[in-house]
């Protein structure tokens, strides 16, 4: 499916950007960590600047202390100073197959929230280069609690 510009508030990101993020999370997607669930997802995230960071699900024998890729992303990102961001595109599956698409658990909606603006952030799940769907983060999260609410 193509991009919906009207409902997902996606207007700033491009086909072109967006057939680059599915780059770079094909790639990255062979290096998720996944020996417990064999589900390997991987997740390409656009920042303001134009700078993309890549990440994959990494999990743990202690099972709880794994991460997903979403956040393995993020938090590369944060950890390297950026903290304003244009959309991610997420994609994995059984084994690296990538039949379904793969949308993001509640946590990385909640990470995501923290650092993106809801109705301006594009998520977006891809199952190649020309067929992905996208949508805004007040889609999937609405009614989101975010760090406004403990200004002041
Ligand atoms: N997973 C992600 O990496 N992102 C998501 O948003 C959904 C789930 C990972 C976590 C775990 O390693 C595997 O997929 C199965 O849940």
């Known amino acids: 499916m193509k991009v919906d510009f009207e409902r997902s508030g996606g207007e700033r ?12 999370a094909e790639e990255q ?8 669930s064999g589900f390997c997802v991987a997740a390409a995230l656009l920042c303001e600047d134009g700078t993309i ?30 903290r304003e961001f244009s959309c ?5 599956g059984p084994g690296g197959r990538v039949d379904a698409y ?11 929230r923290e650092f ?4 301006e952030f594009s998520v977006i799940l891809a199952r190649s280069r020309e067929d ?9 999260l609405p009614e989101s609690f975010g760090p406004e609410f403990l200004d002041g």
Do not use: H
């Not at 990101?13 to 770079?24: C, H, I, N, W």
């Not at 946590?107 to 995501?112: F, K, N, S, T, Y």
């Not at 993106?116 to 109705?119: A, D, G, L, T």
């Open 116 to 119: 993106c603006r809801p109705r």
């Open 29 to 36: 997607l062979s290096l998720a960590y996944a020996p417990y």
């Open 132 to 140: 992905y769907r996208m949508f805004s983060l007040e889609e999937l």
């Open 102 to 112: 793969c949308p993001p658990c509640g946590i990385c909606r909640q990470v995501l």
């Open 53 to 82: 960071y890549t990440g994959c699900n990494v999990e743990n024998s202690s099972y709880p202390a794994g991460n997903c890729a979403e956040r393995t992303a993020v938090f590369k990102a944060v950890s390297d100073g950026k």
């Open 88 to 92: 991610i595109v997420i994609m994995g």
């Open 13 to 24: 990101v491009s086909a072109a950007q967006v057939r680059e993020l599915v780059g770079r």
